[in-house]
């Protein structure tokens, strides 16, 4: 049994995958809930069913209908050749039967006979899409047998033998749906669906990474510290079923690596929550890990928002006591330092670093150099960040356009023109091209400069170096300069715009158009009739292009204005909406989810429930149930 501690700990696990079938569509969603709201767990999985529970457990691909009808040595041999359906239909048949004993033996029989077979790598599947999703449902029902028989470790020896797969969010929501109506079924099959769910994070790191990456990309906190707690859960509970580390002396199935303790340290800093971080750092050593140099690194990250100095060197200072910093630790310290207006300090460890450079990889030491020189540029400190360049070559590590960029900027900040031009000289005698960055910058330096032929000086620079504009480096340097949100830099990028408008060759695309429109709703410094004036601009040079968004463009642009949810923008992001259903495009269930639970966040309580109106799908995912159930309770 698990202390109620751990129950609480692992709560709402299962919305991990809650944007598994939204982000694919939307890029940057609006934030959801906030750390101190209370998740009630029977929302998750308990709804009564509106229509008979077989009827709804399907797929698009296949009918999975259980039938207790299949020759289970036959259904074995279909699994083993990645025919999923013919399994799912046996242990399903089992499981509502509640012979659960013979469903685990069945799904065992399977489990032994896959660990003999040559499984394909992850690389080997592209996507989801990929996965039988009749094997996803026969491990479903298994999950629900082992929970039933209270055999959790015997669950974990099948999924390991099986190749610790992913299970699609939409098919747990259906078995969910499918499940009888006893809260004892399903409140088991929860709490073992939690554990395999952290244990496929800790086995498979490059799936690991990427849930991280869209959680940090969309601020997910409560998600992140979801995931976090699950899986420390798995290590502190009396029974642990993971080890903290790889040296495994509980000798336990499954370990995480010091990487993966770094980005989830990583990840706290990056949804700022520095607080977060060092807790994650010092829970470590509670646990005996040995902190490794990913982790400390990420731990010194904590305090580079506060540019906290004392508390980063006394880190520094332990980190050497534990462990030999590597490259990235070094870069990570000096640019602290920098930041932090210490340059003397920064240039000491960096002596240190220097001692030592020979044992990194070259990439990682010109990585060092370059943040060196950037973080003496900011200090100002031109002289010796010259110094240093030369320093540099006398060593034997090359420059970069990276390394060049740094004093581009430092002389576009200070409006140096001379500067500016002899820095692009020597890139041409040294063979190093300019990068989007590179003219980027030579633009906001000719900008700020009040130059009223910037664009035109920036494109006859790129054809002097032999650059061959297209669409990529248009859109990126259009980009580049909508992000600084001021009007000066504006006009630069609808400049570039009209330049490709005239060129055939360089014709502006959807995703051109759409990153205007998204800059344009998110917070700058235009006017409203500027931006009103730039958003009619761009839909007319849409409309005489022939061109029309598609689902996922109206996906970003909603989401986009959605999170900055004044009135404008929810006037805006509706009549998106107005579009879709105007042109006839068949709205899925990651269009709505994006627009309520938007509506939900500027508190559009009525809006939403007329939307919700237009909602006819027989079966509702997980995540937007949830937001639609929020909704009602606001506006019954």
């Known amino acids: 049994m698990l202390s109620s501690a751990s129950c609480c700990r692992r709560r709402g696990l299962a919305e991990l995958y809650l944007l598994c079938t939204v982000s694919r569509a939307a890029p940057s969603l609006p934030r959801v809930r906030s750390l101190t709201q209370h998740v009630d767990r029977s929302r998750l999985t308990a709804r009564p069913p509106q229509q008979n529970p077989q009827q709804q457990l399907r797929h698009e691909r296949i009918q999975l209908v259980p039938s207790g009808k299949v020759d289970p040595e036959g259904a074995l041999e279909q699994a083993l050749e990645g025919r999923g359906e013919a399994l799912y239909r046996c242990v399903a048949s089992h499981l509502k039967s509640g012979n659960y004993r013979a469903a685990v033996e069945l799904y065992d029989r399977y489990a032994n006979r896959c660990s003999t077979r040559q499984r394909p790598k992850d690389a080997e599947l592209q996507s989801e899409d990929e996965i039988n999703p009749g094997l996803s449902q026969a491990l479903l029902c298994a999950i629900s047998a082992y929970a039933m028989e209270d055999s959790f470790d015997q669950l974990l020896r099948a999924y390991l033998k099986i190749g610790a797969p ?13 499940l009888s109506e006893g809260e004892s079924i399903r409140t088991k099959t929860q709490s073992f669906l939690d554990d395999i769910t952290s244990a496929h994070f800790v086995l498979k790191p490059t799936d690991l990474a990427r849930y991280l990456t869209t959680l940090k990309k969309n601020n997910m906190t409560l998600s992140l510290r979801r995931l976090y707690e699950g899986i420390l859960d798995g ?92 490259a990235p630790a070094y870069q990570s ?27 990194f990889e070259p990439k990682q030491v010109l990585a060092v150099y370059n943040g060196a020189i950037d973080g003496l540029l900011r200090n100002r400190l031109l002289p010796q960040a010259e110094k240093f360049l030369e320093m540099m070559k006398a060593r034997g590590v090359t420059p970069d356009v990276v ?10 900040r200070a409006k140096d023109f001379e500067g500016v031009f002899n820095v692009m000289a020597k890139m041409n005698a040294e063979g190093i091209k300019s990068d989007v960055y590179s003219f980027s910058t030579i633009l906001s330096a000719l900008l700020s400069a009040g130059s009223k032929d910037a664009v035109d000086l920036v494109l006859r620079v790129m054809k002097e170096q032999g650059v061959q504009a297209n669409v990529a480096i248009y859109s990126a340097m259009i980009d580049d300069q909508l992000r600084r949100g001021d009007e000066a830099h504006w006009r630069a990028g609808m400049a570039l715009l009209r330049t490709m408008e005239k060129n055939q060759n360089i014709s502006p695309n959807n995703i051109t158009y759409t990153t205007i429109l998204t800059h344009l709703y998110r917070p700058n410094w235009l006017s409203p009739y500027l931006r009103e004036a730039y958003r009619n601009e761009v839909l007319d040079l849409m409309y005489k292009r022939g061109l029309k968004f598609t689902l996922p463009d109206y996906h970003i642009l909603m989401s986009t204005c959605l999170e900055n949810p004044n009135e404008s923008n929810v006037k805006i992001a509706l009549g998106y909406y107005r579009a879709i259903r105007g042109r006839d495009i068949p709205c899925i269930q990651a269009t709505y989810y994006i627009l309520l639970s938007g509506l939900a966040a500027a508190q559009e309580w009525g809006v939403a429930r007329e939307i919700m109106e237009d909602i006819t799908f027989k079966d509702i995912n997980h995540s937007l149930r949830k937001v639609m159930d929020g909704i009602i309770e606001r506006t019954q």
Not at 341 to 350: D, I, N, T
């Open 403 to 412: 390394t060049y960029n740094s004093f581009l900027s430092h002389f576009g």
């Open 166 to 178: 992913r299970i699609p969010y939409e098919l747990r929501a259906e078995h969910f749906e499918w």
């Open 235 to 326: 290590i502190t509970r009396p029974v642990p079923f993971i080890s903290p580390s790889e040296s495994n002396t509980l000798h336990l199935p499954i370990a995480m690596t010091d990487s993966s303790w770094a980005s989830f340290i990583s990840a706290w800093v990056v949804c700022q929550r520095p607080d977060l971080a060092r807790q994650a750092f010092h829970t470590l050593k509670d646990l005996g890990v040995r902190r490794g140099p990913a982790t400390w690194t990420a731990y010194l990250q904590s305090f580079h928002h506060a540019r906290d100095y004392d508390a980063a060197m006394e880190a520094w200072k332990e980190m050497r006591r534990e462990t030999k910093p590597d």
């Open 333 to 359: 310290m000096t640019a602290l330092l920098f930041r932090s207006k210490q340059p003397r300090e920064a240039l000491g460890v960096f002596a240190e670093f220097q001692k030592g450079e020979k044992v």
